[in-house]
C-alpha cells in the first residue's frame, strides 16, 4: 500500500515510512 492504511497490512508504509 501506498498510504497508512492499516497496520493489518504488515506494516505497510511504503511512502509514509
Do not use: H
Not at 500500500?1 to 515510512?17: C, H, N, Q, V
Request: proline share 6%; no cysteine; net charge negative.
Amino acid at each position: 500500500a501506498k498510504r497508512p492504511d492499516t497496520i493489518s497490512e504488515g506494516l505497510s508504509y511504503d511512502e509514509f515510512g
